[in-house]
């Protein structure tokens, strides 16, 4: 290995310093918040997030929670395709993270998670190197008050609860993160994270999916 590979792979940790903010109290100090996994949002246009629906509304029961994987063609027909689209957002995902270029993302499985009242995700991690996350439908009532913060098990309300460390003084460990339809998350497959149950009528719908990359 020479010089210049070894360093590009020891680089690919360095936090950036340049990732920080203005604090709100002093105009003079910057808040750095260099540490940790890169987690990113965006949104999937309505047409994807209604062609997933369509096929699910299909599979599901109207009283049950269930998963169920999604066929290929729902994931690789289209264009753009859900995988197309996934792709290039995984493609920004490794430049902003590694400075790398993505060579080829080899999916392992996508699947739904729909879910009723009382039913939770404890907390897990996924295989492969990302995952993510999107929200197909949520609840259309719940109780107000169970969205209050809960520090020993989260959010309710079937918050998306992602855990890193541990409780430490000065340190971050748990971001919360309240679903809303065509909300897309991406994330390393090893990072903890699961959602507390929610009370009210309606459907938490999600899709999720796996996948080991290859970068240039």
């Known amino acids: 290995m020479t010089e210049q590979q070894r360093t590009r792979r020891l680089r690919k940790y360095e936090a ?15 808040l750095l918040s260099p540490f940790g996994p890169l987690i990113t949002k965006t949104k999937l246009s309505v047409e994807l997030i209604d062609k997933i629906n369509l096929f699910a509304d299909q599979h599901i029961s109207k009283t049950e929670s269930s998963e169920f994987m ?19 957002l995984i493609n920004d995902y490794v430049k902003e993270a590694e400075g790398s270029q993505l060579d080829r993302a080899i999916y392992e499985v996508f699947w739904i998670v729909s879910q009723y009242q009382n039913t939770p995700s404890p907390v897990h991690f996924h ?28 959010r309710k309300a079937g918050y998306l609860n992602f855990i890193e460390g541990n409780k430490q003084r000065f340190s971050k460990s748990l971001l919360s993160v309240k679903p809303e339809v065509g909300d897309f998350y991406l994330f390393p497959g090893w990072l903890l994270h699961g959602a507390e149950p929610f009370i009210g009528e309606g459907e938490r719908r999600s899709m999720a999916f796996n996948a080991t990359l290859e970068v240039k």
Do not use: H, M, W
């Not at 950036?16 to 910057?30: F, H, K, R, V």
């Not at 994931?75 to 290039?88: E, H, N, Q, W, Y």
């Not at 996350?133 to 209050?148: A, C, I, R």
């Open 70 to 88: 999604l066929p290929e063609e729902i994931v690789f027909g289209g264009v753009p395709s859900l995988a197309d689209t996934i792709g290039r």
């Open 127 to 154: 295989s492969g190197d990302i995952s993510g996350v999107l929200f197909l439908k949520v609840p259309e009532k719940t109780d107000p008050g169970q969205e209050e913060r809960n520090y020993i098990s989260g």
């Open 16 to 30: 950036n310093p340049e990732n920080s903010s203005p604090s709100s109290s002093n105009a003079g100090i910057e």
